[in-house]
């Protein structure tokens, strides 16, 4: 009984390896399959191991078990040389078959084209509890959606702003931590198109569990587009006291195009983007959305309000501490979610 | 080692020596079956402590966007399961079964240091009733039992929770050095004639080879806890990024302890295991030899490989890809362990208990345990798992599977040595079936959640990702592995109500090392004579041929015994005092504790005790 449940479960499990935008055993890119390789020649040799062990362990239970009255005594056996030598190096032999694979592809992943001018360049701050995306070779920022082109490298220079945190896509590749003062670098490719899920993966604080971004590869033309639209000047809100309000308490911290302050999330397309917060997902923009996904614009007036309920320990004021009037929540978030970018 | 007759100096030790009774006897007493005693209630206090904070941790996980508890105390609550878990609870259980069983079965009358014995179980407690204290004053720490700077650092740890971990860890860190210096020396020197180093129980040469690990390991803990503490209390840049500190060196430092610290708790569990085994199988151990070569190997290999908890820190490919190899090596004398265990059960004529239930039990759940760490150990795959669930099942399966199983174990086997009563068989049976099915419903699932993209240390997570399921039958399986400690702790209560004495000095019948030579429970002195070993499995040995007991290796004679002193409670009052005084700025308590620690020092340096003598039957006073 106990030994069948977990059978069921995982072959429940490998009939559906998770969500393709997210699962690790679902490799969407030639990274993560690289790993998923590797994940699945551990899993058969460690099976094996497993199988050996869990087999002679119930055969012994069932053959050498003490019958009623039975006061033999067995024959106290010192040990065998034989069999010693045996379970020494088959081991040895199957850690040697993991340990080559392993070597290898350490080193194929370790690969660095930060001066491969093929390779689109990404610096990659990590904030409590939020993604920022520098784009060095055009001269653009983002934050929590991060756009690249399929077919091309992504070079990833990864660092942190405050604490440390861990940069992980898993259906593209594996992870890598954004750390203080030290620089890490990885690369990775996305050969389709698609949106795929990213989260951080090291305790960084209470709403570590929220940090999630999204990754959208889209086709090297549209990025091309995309960079220029997030080059093109900032469009503010049409009403004059809303762009008023706008500039004095958002730009203070963010930025939209080329206008606003540093230390908070770039809000440029922000209506584009697939979620507000990187956890609150805008039913008119995600290609499926959940019954309860609500629309940009109720998302953002959500957050805007009091983004403490949204993540708590965030650095965003709520609305209510900046002064903002319901009225201009509405505006805001509006403005913000038909703020979007043509690419 | 014999003592033939009183040494000169300790001529003048007739002089009636104090001793205590009631809860007196328990705060003053030197003898380490008391002590053991100690160990295990608070081993089973914090463990129980930690259970509820596990528990409390599945309960908010039930669901997605769950809001039982808080993001906050959520990370409070993983923190201090964490650090509970493996400081206050396994390392204290560990130390019991050391206590309770190595001087019988080296036939030693005592531990080297009887003193230290005392001082290094009560500093432990008081560090580790600081650490908990800190529920009570405006919240627990927060960064995880593995504190990275700089989340741990007072800029994004602002409250006094990581300062109340530092000063706790250190605290209770005195009491495993202590106690790991005085067993390698107890080990080394109070073995009995004829017990040579490869005539040692297994359980012995487990315990010793995990405190040559605490000895070294320890220290840099120590270190680690003193910077981070003067980072947080004095204002110092070790980790500071900003001064030139580096945070990467923490990590380091920490694991450089963290890992050995594994080993320290699996090689005892490994320990007990080859114990009872043995016992049921009513058979000698297979490959006695290679069982202490492999423990050795996986001991010092262990030393060499911290850096595989830090492949995605970026420490680039060379020290990945070499850090990995030492990793998968460690599968090789662990595997020759399990071999050797299963083939200790093979041809044996194998007793159903529920302390043998545990111990076979123990080897396939390990070996789970085991096979994901050699997954874990290839760098580029653990690009996926680290931090993942993947990682929580499978230190789980180690520590729970093996730590807890061997544990549980050891209480069911060796209770009526400690106690001088039997657990209950058929309790101890629903109890292993509880805990045994709700740990594999708990922890399996979590391999299966981490590769499906679920990070570890998350308070909550969104619907939809494919979570949902697995994480409710994990909630389930932790409420069942409640019950059965449940069920463990009537067990234990109720085994007091059988009388004391009544029991054979080898209840299990098939005992094979020394402790099953003595009366359950033994008398304070041990051994009325040191015994003569003659053989390994000295026990089994005078069994065969007919003995009733072991043969003396001395004339029969006064018993030398160390005095009980209140002064080791009292010194871990100072320190625990001095620790409070450190958290809260108040320089006059830091020194009023520290002076009153080395008054206590003073005290015991200066003052001349001589131990006094206990005359067994048949000895003239």
């Known amino acids: 009984m106990k030994r069948l449940l977990p059978l069921a479960v995982m072959a429940l499990l490998l009939s559906a390896c998770g969500r393709e935008d997210l699962s690790a055993l679902n490799p969407q890119g030639p990274v993560a399959e690289e790993l998923f390789s590797l994940v699945m020649l551990a899993i058969y040799i460690m099976t094996l191991v497993s199988v050996v062990v869990f087999a002679i362990t119930i055969y012994v239970l069932i053959r050498f078990r003490r019958r009623k009255g039975d006061t033999s005594l067995p024959k106290q056996v010192e040990g065998n040389h034989k069999l010693e030598i045996i379970w020494t190096v088959i081991p040895i032999i199957l850690v040697m078959i993991l340990g080559v694979a392993t070597v290898k592809t350490t080193f194929s992943l370790a690969k660095d084209y930060s001066d491969d001018p093929d390779a689109v360049q990404v610096k990659v701050i990590a904030h409590q509890y939020w993604w920022e995306f520098q784009y060095p070779q055009y001269g653009i920022t983002t934050a929590q959606e991060l756009v690249v082109p399929t077919g091309k490298k992504i070079m990833f220079e990864l660092v942190a702003a405050d604490v440390k945190h861990s940069f992980w896509i898993p259906a593209i590749g594996g992870k890598m931590d954004t750390n203080t003062g030290v620089t890490n670098r990885m690369y990775l490719e996305f050969p389709k198109e698609g949106v795929y899920r990213g989260k951080c993966a090291e305790l960084c604080g209470p709403s570590h569990a929220l940090m999630d971004f999204k990754a959208k590869s889209v086709s090297p033309d549209s990025f091309n587009r995309w960079v220029e639209a997030m080059k093109a000047p900032a469009v503010l809100p049409a009403d004059e006291n809303l762009a008023q309000a706008f500039t004095a308490k958002c730009l203070a911290c963010h ?16 209506g584009s983007k697939q979620t507000v917060a990187g956890i609150l997902f805008n039913s008119d923009v995600v290609a499926e959305p959940q019954p309860e996904d609500k629309t940009t614009v109720e998302n953002l007036i959500r957050w805007i309000t009091n983004p403490q309920e949204v993540k708590p320990g965030n650095m965003m004021p709520s609305a209510a501490q900046l002064g903002l009037t319901q009225e201009e929540i509405e505006g805001i978030a509006k403005y913000l979610a038909e703020y979007k970018l043509d690419y | 080692m014999t003592t033939h007759a009183i040494p000169a100096s300790h ?16 705060l003053t007493t030197v003898d380490h079956k008391k002590i053991a005693i100690l ?21 908010q996980l039930i669901k997605p966007l769950n809001n039982f508890l808080d993001a906050q105390t959520f990370n409070e609550m993983l923190t201090m399961h964490g650090t509970t878990m493996i400081f206050l609870a396994a390392m204290p259980f560990v130390f019991a079964f050391m206590n309770a069983v190595i001087p019988l079965q080296i036939g030693a009358r005592d531990v080297a240091y009887p003193f230290l014995n005392a001082l290094g179980f009560w500093t432990f407690f008081f560090g580790a009733v600081l650490l908990n204290i800190s529920w009570f004053t405006g919240g627990a720490p927060d960064a995880g039992w593995t504190s990275y700077v700089p989340l741990a650092s007072n800029t994004y740890s602002a409250g006094e929770g990581v300062d109340y971990y530092v000063m706790g860890l250190q605290i209770s860190g005195i009491g495993s050095l202590l106690g790991g210096i005085n067993f390698v020396a107890t080990i080394i020197n109070m073995r009995a004639p004829g017990m040579s180093f490869m005539r040692l129980p297994l359980f012995t040469w487990a315990s010793f080879i995990a405190c040559v690990l605490i000895v070294f390991a320890f220290p840099a803990l120590t270190v680690g806890l003193v910077a981070l503490m003067f980072d947080r209390l004095f204002m110092g840049n070790f980790f500071d990024v900003a001064d030139g500190g580096n945070t990467i060196l923490w990590e380091h430092i920490f694991w450089i302890f963290g890992h050995p610290e594994v080993y320290i708790l699996i090689l005892p569990a490994f320990g007990i295991l080859s114990e009872i085994l043995p016992v049921f199988a009513r058979k000698r151990l297979f490959g006695y030899s ?19 908890h830090m492949f995605t820190t970026g420490l680039g490919p060379v020290a990945n890809a070499l850090f990995s190899i030492g990793t998968m090596l460690i599968a090789v004398p662990t595997g020759i362990k399990v071999f050797n265990w299963l083939f200790t059960l093979w041809g044996g004529s194998i007793k159903i208990t529920a302390a043998s239930l545990y111990a076979i039990a123990f080897i396939p759940t390990f070996v789970l345990g085991g096979v994901t760490g050699v997954m874990l150990a290839s760098a580029p795959a653990d690009y996926q798992y680290h931090d993942t669930y993947f990682v929580v099942g499978h230190f789980h399966y180690v520590i729970v599977g093996g730590i807890v199983l061997a544990v549980y174990g050891g209480l069911h086997f060796w209770w009526p040595k400690m106690f001088g009563r039997m657990l209950n068989e058929t309790l101890g049976k629903i109890t292993f079936w509880t805990f045994y099915i709700g740990f594999h419903l708990t922890f399996f699932v979590h391999h299966f959640l981490g590769l499906l993209g679920m990070p570890r240390r998350v308070y909550t997570f969104l619907p939809n990702q494919g979570f949902d399921l697995m994480n409710l039958i994990s909630t389930i399986g932790a409420i069942l592995m409640g019950v059965g400690t449940l069920i463990l702790a009537i067990n234990m209560l109720l085994s ?4 004391k004495g009544q029991l054979p000095n080898d209840p299990w019948g098939d005992g094979r090392s020394m402790e099953w030579a003595l009366p359950s429970p033994p008398p304070e002195y041990n051994w009325k004579q040191i015994p003569l070993v003659r053989g390994s499995d000295a026990w089994w040995k005078e069994k065969m041929e007919g003995n009733t007991e072991m043969q003396p290796a001395e004339p029969l004679g006064p018993i030398h015994m160390p005095s009980p002193s209140i002064l080791p409670f009292l010194m871990s009052v100072g320190f625990f005092v ?19 620690v080395l008054l206590c020092m003073a005290i015991r340096s200066l003052k001349d005790d001589h131990g006094y003598h206990i005359y067994p039957e048949g000895v003239k006073e």
């Open chain 1, 255 to 270: 930025a939209v195009g080329d206008q606003g302050g540093f230390g908070g999330p770039d809000l440029t397309g922000i």
């Open chain 2, 11 to 26: 001529a003048h030790a007739h002089a009636k020596a104090k001793r205590y009774t009631g809860i007196m006897d328990w």
């Open chain 2, 39 to 59: 160990y295990l209630l608070a081993g089973l206090l914090f463990f129980v402590i930690g259970g509820i904070e596990a528990i409390l941790i599945r309960i």
């Open chain 2, 290 to 308: 290679s069982m202490v070569f492999a423990l050795v190997l996986i001991a010092f290999l262990g030393f060499m490989v911290w850096a595989h």
């Open chain 2, 496 to 499: 007091f109500r059988q009388p």
């Open chain 2, 578 to 596: 001095a620790g409070f005084g450190f958290i809260y700025h108040l320089n006059w308590l830091t020194i009023a504790g520290l002076l009153f």
